[in-house]
């Protein structure tokens, strides 16, 4: 797998919390939006001039380099990629969206999208350009549904495990065959533990900060919340996620091959004080970059599941976006379109191909999905294997991320009764759930 520049120079997890923007601002910038424009025909206008923006330098060049071929096709429009850090990405895109001084595209976050698509600042893909059996067609595990016409994917980032190698063959273990149930990656987590006489010295395992043990939720055949109608209903003090927090606890308080003092799962891993981790694909290339020493030690397998056969879900996935075209630009975006025309179909495969390795997670057009570059790069590889029987939940909200992770704490550190602990999470996910801040989750 080639390496990659480090995602650590502006981390996945600290740009998506620092992207959340309150709907009072989000309100403000569409107020002063025109409605969703119907495309209109730029071919005999003078040249026009587009600017994309997004954050991310060596991914917004993959956009560059495709703009820059449109442009050299089109010699009525030009579009300027403009890539800014994410904080500042943050503080400015929504201000100069009210001063109607914003961009004609973005490259979206999940973390803003459904805001800005509910708030018209979003244009609606032109059904001849982008039709429905188009989509479906090219895009097959996308939910079209979910997400409706205003983007389409990148690529999706897979929970795999992770495991170091080397360790396996240190401790008997074979390193061909990664733990596949509950009860092997137990027994591996336990021979892969080193102690001293001040404690754990080498953890087994450490969890992901982001959501530990929702996909043993989802491989329970459980759910976080249920939606009937506009109601949704709080569900985390269900059966099946006490039993998938139980099994986390556990690790650290039965089997003693997890220290929740540890340091967070990339660094532990990477610096080789952790043996194994259960996480989204996209910290693979962190691996790969901020820890380049030790990533050829590094396996990637399915994630174990309770009997290791395939439950309704082996875990959970997200969708990376791609760009949207917004409004306020309605001389322009005929020009956006045709650009993302381009993007989208024209330019396509490559492009999204270098996107999708780039992040570590794996392709999702239907020209991709079995492309033979994949048998190149076997993380790659298991990610795309394992993507087509993950639950995308399209949405996660950040504050029941925070308290989720908390919540984990509590019972591996203060070693509180998991049904006490879900029971005050319940009450809280209902909270904000009845402040419909999550109401695109499925």
């Not at 973390?111 to 800005?116: A, D, E, G, V």
């Not at 450490?206 to 949704?232: A, H, M, R, W």
């Not at 050829?296 to 309704?312: C, E, K, M, Q, R």
């Not at 075209?325 to 001389?331: Q, Y």
């Amino acid at each position: 797998m080639q390496q990659k520049a480090s995602i650590n120079a502006l981390s996945r997890r600290s740009f998506l919390k620092s992207l959340g923007v309150s709907s009072t601002i989000i309100a403000l910038a569409a107020c002063t939006q025109a409605q969703p424009a119907t495309t209109v025909d730029v071919a005999a206008a003078e040249a026009i001039s587009l600017e994309l923006w997004g954050w991310w330098d060596i991914r917004m060049a993959i956009y560059e380099r495709v703009a820059n071929a449109f442009t050299a096709d089109n010699s009525d429009v030009t579009v300027n990629v403009v890539t800014l850090p994410g904080d500042q990405l943050q503080q400015k895109i929504f201000s100069s969206i009210a001063a109607n001084t914003g961009p004609n595209l973005l490259k979206m976050a999940d973390s803003t999208y459904f805001r800005m698509r509910d708030e018209n600042i979003l244009l609606p893909f032109p059904d001849d350009i982008f039709p429905e059996s188009w989509i479906r067609e090219m895009y097959p595990s996308f939910d079209l549904d979910s997400f409706g016409p205003y983007v389409l994917p990148t690529a999706a980032s897979g929970t795999v495990l992770i495991y170091n190698k080397a360790m396996f063959e240190e401790a008997g273990l074979d390193p061909d065959t990664p733990p596949a149930t509950w009860d092997e990656f137990i027994e591996a987590a336990k021979a892969l533990t080193q102690r001293d006489s001040s404690g754990i010295t080498r953890a087994g395992f450490v969890p992901s900060p982001e959501f530990p043990c929702l996909s043993q939720v989802y491989q329970l055949g459980g759910n976080i919340l249920k939606n009937s109608g506009d109601t949704q209903t709080a569900t985390i003090d269900s059966d099946e996620v006490q039993r998938a927090f139980q099994h986390y606890a556990d690790l650290a308080l039965v089997h003693e091959v997890w220290d929740p003092t540890f340091p967070g799962n990339a660094e532990s891993v990477g610096t080789g004080i952790a043996a194994m981790t259960e996480e989204q694909s996209w910290i693979i290339g962190e691996y790969a970059g901020t820890y380049a020493d030790i990533f050829p030690n590094l396996g990637f397998a399915p994630n174990p599941t309770p009997t290791g056969d395939v439950p309704p879900y082996t875990g959970y996935k997200s969708t990376v976006l791609s760009v949207s075209a917004l409004s306020g630009h309605p001389d322009e975006d005929g020009a956006s379109f045709r650009y993302l025309e381009y993007l989208y179909k024209t330019a396509g495969k490559d492009a999204f191909w270098e996107l999708a390795d780039l992040l570590s997670s794996a392709p999702v057009r239907s020209d991709l999905v079995n492309d033979p570059r994949l048998d190149a790069n076997p993380a790659l590889k298991v990610v795309a294997g394992v993507v087509p029987s993950q639950k995308d939940p399209v949405y996660l909200n950040e504050d029941l991320g925070t308290a989720w992770t908390d919540a984990l704490s509590r019972m591996a550190i203060e070693k509180a009764p998991v049904t006490e602990v879900l029971a005050a999470l319940n009450t809280q996910w209902q909270g904000l759930l009845d402040q419909r801040l999550s109401k695109y989750m499925v």
